[in-house]
């Protein structure tokens, strides 16, 4: 159980395009979900928490603008990284818990690799 | 702010143990995760501690003290399937968990 999938697990795309990457709870209704960005050999960067039906709390730094997070449904939220730029490469991994889930344990996604050239 | 320090790199021989160090700095401390993490793939959820002292689980073993701000993973009889990155986490408060940068450890032959 507490399956997480993200699609795609992987995209290219040009400077300037947007990118729409899914996050879905296969077998539990996720009431809260979190996008992070992770850099090689680096550490999980929080972007944002969202709540289903509300907006997405974001991170210090974080542009809101610039990824949109919906959280429309208690199996799946999306993120959409608008006028994508060479520097928006990264590996972009959500994670999930639902409310009987303790707070100090996530299910995470497999991740996304977003390449912008 | 919160943050947690960990060694970025750890080397260990198949069949031997090591520990993996975690200190940290956080506001309304209330507990200390770990997660295993292999190359290209999802963090996933490996033990929690709250209380001070030891916690067991199989080969992996979680240690946490509160007034030292410190905690450790433990694991024995290393396998070449554990190289993989370790990363802490300390829960506080109302806000989601804060990750360290995370241990990468090898085990080798």
């Known amino acids: 159980g507490a399956v997480v999938s993200q699609h795609p697990s992987w995209v290219i795309c040009k400077s300037g395009t947007s990118v729409k990457i899914e996050c879905r709870s296969l077998d539990f209704q996720a009431t809260t979900m979190f996008w992070y960005r992770q850099f090689p050999k680096q550490s999980l960067m929080l972007m944002a928490t969202s709540n289903e039906g509300s907006k997405a709390t974001y991170e210090q730094g974080v542009e809101k603008d610039k990824f949109l997070i919906n959280h429309a449904s208690l199996t799946l939220s999306t993120l959409t990284v608008t006028s994508a730029h060479p520097e928006d490469s990264s590996f972009y991994i959500c994670?999930?818990?639902?409310?009987?889930?303790?707070?100090?344990?996530?299910?995470f996604g497999p991740g996304t690799r977003l390449t912008v050239t | 702010g919160q943050s947690l320090e960990q060694p970025s790199e750890v080397t260990a021989v198949e069949g031997a143990i090591v520990q993996i160090n975690c200190t940290y700095q956080?506001?309304?401390?209330?507990?200390l995760s770990w997660y295993q993490q292999h190359d290209g793939g999802a963090p996933t959820f490996l033990s929690y501690?709250?209380?001070?002292g030891l916690e067991e689980t199989g080969r992996f073993s979680s240690f946490l003290s509160r007034s030292d701000s410190y905690g450790y993973l433990l694991l024995q009889e290393l396998q070449m399937k554990d190289s993989a990155s370790y990363f802490c986490?300390?829960?506080?408060?109302?806000?989601?968990?804060?990750f360290g940068k995370g241990t990468r450890l090898s085990v080798i032959a």
């Open positions: 956080t506001s309304g401390f209330y507990g």
């Open positions: 994670s999930a818990r639902d409310r009987g889930t303790p707070a100090y344990e996530q299910y």
């Open positions: 501690n709250a209380l001070d």
């Open positions: 986490a300390a829960l506080s408060g109302n806000t989601p968990l804060v």
